[in-house]
């Protein structure tokens, strides 16, 4: 992913730009009323059977980036969240896309707010069922035989979301370097056995 500040990629002037945000809480809800969750992460299973973030593109003449994720959120969560400028974490040249430049934005909401998106993802977004096939919580444990966050990196992601991912969960502190080192090395191993022979 090779990464530049937000200035730099506004003035690029052929590029496309595209917004996708990582929306997450604290919890203190335990999975099988045993296992602390700690973290709510939503990502989305969208309409080309990949993993990634809510968002889109983002047309300049008409709109700023933050106040383009906030009408893409709109329609594939079915609720109006405002992402500001500080949300920002990084910018990038698409890795297999030409000319495209993906910013990617994390806001950090209360177990509450994530649930009243969630509801509104499937009841009201105009997006549900066509474009999303659903939002989904990125399992950030550990449970044998790779299942958790391993099994969950060994998917398919579109463009570079795998890689946000993991760079948010590290820079957020949501889990540690260490564990995601884990995470990463059982991913790999779970991908390449499930090859076709
Ligand atoms: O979660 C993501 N992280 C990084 N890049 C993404 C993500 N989702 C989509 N993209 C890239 O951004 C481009 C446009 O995104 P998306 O498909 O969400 O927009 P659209 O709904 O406006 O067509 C895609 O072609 C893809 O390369």
Redesign the pocket.
Known sequence: MSQMSKEDALSLPRH?H?C?VMLYADTDSKLFGRYQTKHIVL?QM?FDG?????????DLSKETLESGLSR?LEE?LGVALLVSPEDHVSSSL?P??PN?I?H?YAKKMNESEIKEVEKAAVTVAKDHGL?VLGMVRVPLYFFKRGGGLPAFLSNS?????RS?LLSALQSFGLVSQQELAKATQQANQMRHQSQPR
């Not at 992601?157 to 979301?161: H, K, M, P, Y």
Request: charge should be negative; charged fraction near 15%; avoid cysteine.
């Open positions: 496309r595209a996708h990502m969208r990949l993993l990634g973030f809510p968002g889109g593109l983002v893409e594939e698409a297999a896309v495209l993906t990617f474009e992601f579109i463009g570079s979301a946000q």
